[in-house]
């Protein structure tokens, strides 16, 4: 069992930044390939950033690419989403989650696996981005 808790966030205006924080619980943090999804008013679930507890296998969606920067802190079992150049269109609940499925590099490198096959999830986060 793994627990995922999200904090950070708020509103901000266009163009500003926000930090998201997510603190991993009961299991061996490592082991896991760790992912950021978000999800806006009558969209799907999508996946934002994701990536190995090392920092390899980094996989970033194209809507947020150059923008937004998932890291790792093995030491205090965080993962982290730094959002910078907000846009309105990055309004969303941002949710945590844990992929526990077997995952080369190169696919890690390639895709976000789809929200489906992700194990664990946090309770999600408002994120309100005015222009």
């Known amino acids: 069992q793994i627990q995922l808790r999200e904090s950070g966030g708020g509103s901000v205006q266009a163009v500003g930044s926000l930090s998201l924080s997510c603190r991993v619980s009961g299991h061996d943090y490592n082991a896991n390939c760790m992912g950021w999804f978000r999800q806006a008013p009558q969209k799907e679930r999508e996946g934002v950033a994701s990536?190995?507890?090392?920092?390899?296998?980094?996989h970033y969606a194209d809507s947020v690419k150059g923008r937004f920067t998932i890291s790792h802190d093995s030491a205090e079992n965080t993962v982290s989403l730094q959002m910078d150049d907000l846009k309105p269109e990055d309004t969303a609940i941002y949710y945590c989650?844990?992929?526990?499925?077997?995952?080369?590099?190169?696919?890690?490198?390639?895709?976000?696996?789809?929200?489906?096959?992700?194990?664990?999830w946090g309770q999600g986060t408002q994120d309100n981005v005015s222009s």
């Open positions: 989650a844990a992929y526990l499925r077997s995952l080369t590099h190169q696919q890690a490198l390639a895709i976000i696996p789809p929200s489906s096959e992700w194990t664990f």
């Open positions: 990536s190995f507890p090392t920092g390899a296998g980094t």
